[in-house]
């Protein structure tokens, strides 16, 4: 697996399958769009890439609550797991805020990365405002000729929705078990401290 900066990519990619997502804690629903992306890249004959930001946007706007799960290493070696080859990180800036979400789609998903398969999920946004959603990123993808997997919401069996905003409020109440169960592995040192509503950076 390869984790390479957004900024450093002074060519395009091979054409990729691309998840989109911050992929903050790669929970089981993250887990669902990684499957997906190795599974349309092994049907087109594609390279499996992951487009994802080395902190979450909630965090440059001072959310609260937005401390990280997995910092960029742990997130891109877990994402190999699922069989993504490369993981493009980029720094969630003004410069990228900013960006309109046909400029991104445009220049940074066809473009640097080179995009022929997108796979994002039921509730992703982009672009200045968040103001792409699923609809435009169809409308865009369809326009281009590029495909598109929407991947539904992921819930345990009890129906609670798989989010990485649940587990940090599970690991805030010292709940180990729910946590695990969302993220469908062991805590990391990182997770365990933030057990208690414990490590603020």
Known sequence: MRLIAYDDLTAPLPPAAVALGTFDGVHLGHQAL??????????????????????????????????????????A????????????????DLRVASRPAEEFFRDMLLGRLNARHIVI?????????AR?????????????????TVVPPVRLPDGTLVSSSGIRERLMHNDRRGAENMLNRALSSREEALLGGGYNE
Do not use: N, S, W
């Not at 792409?132 to 598109?148: F, S, T």
């Open 121 to 129: 999920g039921f509730h992703y946004h982009f672009g200045q405002y």
């Open 34 to 75: 990684l499957r997906a992306t190795k599974e349309a890249a092994g049907e087109k004959g594609l390279l499996p890439c992951a487009f994802t930001f080395d902190t979450p946007p909630a965090a440059m706007f001072g959310k609260a609550g937005a401390e990280l799960l997995t910092d960029i290493g742990e997130k």
């Open 132 to 148: 792409g959603d699923a609809r435009l990123m169809e409308a865009l993808c369809r326009q281009a000729g590029v495909g598109l």
């Open 77 to 92: 070696a877990l994402m190999g797991e699922y069989g993504i080859d490369t993981v493009i990180r980029c720094p969630f």
